[in-house]
């Protein structure tokens, strides 16, 4: 058995990967006795991990968001990985380069020497496009506020400063009132995708030249996208609504992780935020192989959303890289 404080981080590490756990499961895999993982969910509880615990025929403990924020615990991947989004967090366009920054100060601090050596020898710059200009900054702040009327279907109200035109106390636009439908990415910029109440039209806003103002209006019944494909919808409006999409194969997923983690690494597709820890991805590329295996690069759990040409790829894929894992293959050659 695993002394005290080894057992209390390993139980901790199991409770983060996943939601629930029956106690029977979390007993097995840490090598103990259901009494003992009890009396190491009490020990954490103590130290001040929300854990709570469930009933039922495999009733078990899962970590709750709690009112303060408890030490995080991290293994050497995930270290290196948020080491890795902090360091990018600058080309998202969300305005939260200086804070990731700190953050990524704060966690090195708590990191073993082993780790800060991995992350010191990760070098990565974010490089913008288009000439290399910088770009005007969303803020957070903002970002949070249409984030939340798009989940909450309620009207919102703004002030949209016009491109080159900032407003001023003597020709000062008028408040926007928008139905918002969705917060996208396109080409390291965030976009409010709207219905424009008094245009009585769809319309596409700049999240850094928006200005919410408060309260947010009645709750409103969605409405369809022209064509009923958002990242199809923002393309046409940049590249015009002839302009072809460029690429033979195009898909759309679902990945279980944050939006602004994800459009960190992508350039020509559309990010569009699906719940606090999920994203909608539209991508294309010149086979659908080559788009299932891009998709498949950020290592994290993918729902197909479409077409049934990118299922088949990753379908494909499973049995390929299956049959690449698998031991009885006999070496070339022989």
Request: hydrophobic fraction near 40%; charge should be positive; aromatic fraction near 6%.
């Amino acid at each position: 058995m695993p002394k005290t404080s080894a057992r209390l981080l390993a139980l901790l590490s199991l409770l983060q990967a996943r939601r629930d756990w029956p106690g029977g499961l979390l007993a097995e895999r840490l090598g103990v006795s259901p009494r003992t993982v009890r009396r190491d969910v009490d020990r954490l509880r103590e130290l001040g991990y929300p854990i709570a615990a469930f009933k039922g025929p495999d009733g078990g403990y899962r970590l709750d968001a709690g009112a303060r924020l408890p030490p995080l615990l991290f293994d050497d991947d995930q270290a290196v990985a948020l080491a890795v989004a902090l360091r990018t967090a600058a080309a998202t366009g969300a305005g939260i380069g200086e804070a990731a920054t700190r953050a990524l100060t704060t966690v090195r601090q708590v990191m073993p020497a082993r780790l800060r050596h991995r992350v010191d020898a990760l070098q990565v710059t974010a490089v913008e496009r288009r000439g290399g200009r910088p770009r005007p900054q969303a803020d957070p702040r903002v970002l949070v506020t249409l984030s939340a009327a798009v989940r909450a279907r309620e009207v919102l109200r703004f002030d949209h400063s016009p491109a080159a035109r900032p407003a001023t106390a003597d020709a000062a636009p008028p408040v926007r009132r928008v139905e918002p439908h969705h917060l996208v990415t396109w080409g390291g910029r965030w976009y409010l995708v709207a219905w424009d109440l008094d245009r009585e039209d769809w319309r596409t806003f700049r999240a850094d030249r928006i200005s919410p103002r408060t309260p947010t209006g009645p709750r409103f019944t969605p409405r369809d996208v022209p064509g009923g494909d958002v990242a199809a919808f923002v393309a046409a409006r940049f590249q015009g609504p002839e302009a072809p999409d460029g690429w033979p194969c195009r898909g759309e997923v679902i990945l279980d992780a944050p939006a602004s983690e994800v459009a960190t690494h992508v350039r020509d597709g559309i990010v569009e935020e699906y719940g606090p820890d999920r994203c909608r991805v539209v991508l294309g590329a010149w086979s659908w192989p080559v788009l299932a295996a891009e998709f498949g690069r950020f290592d994290v759990d993918i729902e197909v959303v479409g077409p049934d040409g990118l299922r088949d790829a990753f379908a494909r894929l499973a049995r390929r890289y299956a049959d690449a894992a698998g031991t009885g293959a006999e070496p070339a050659g022989t």
